[in-house]
């Protein structure tokens, strides 16, 4: 059992989490960042690294839902839009104190609730699960 908390100390609500290897990728919802924990580390209960969603729509929100990573491409869905994706290789080679910035993203209508991949060995297509608003007048 892990109490789970950001890099300030402060408890750490969850959305989504990811295990690959050693390391913990936890979405924070409404706080639009990702957390990495470091398992094997002497603090795993406390973030090694975070990185923040980025705000693609001017007066827009973000919420860090779905993770999934492909190689050492993590894809969130990020809420209103799109679904962003982030190069977390620094992570993996035990360097958290580079900042990620974003890779690139995919835009749709709607909110982006959850995301999935195709396997590896065939084509690489991307799903994106969406939610909209629909007046039925």
Known sequence: RLDLKDEAGA???VANLLVQGDLLFLSTGSRGTVQVHDLASAEPARAAASLRLAYLQSNGAVYA???LLQGQTLYVAAGPGDLQLFDVSAWFAGQYRNDLSLANYYAVLGDVKAAALSP?????AKFAAQARLRNSK
Do not use: R
């Not at 590896?120 to 690489?124: E, F, L």
């Open 120 to 124: 590896a060995d065939s084509s690489s």
């Open 11 to 13: 408890g750490l609500p």
């Open 65 to 67: 839902d779905d993770l």
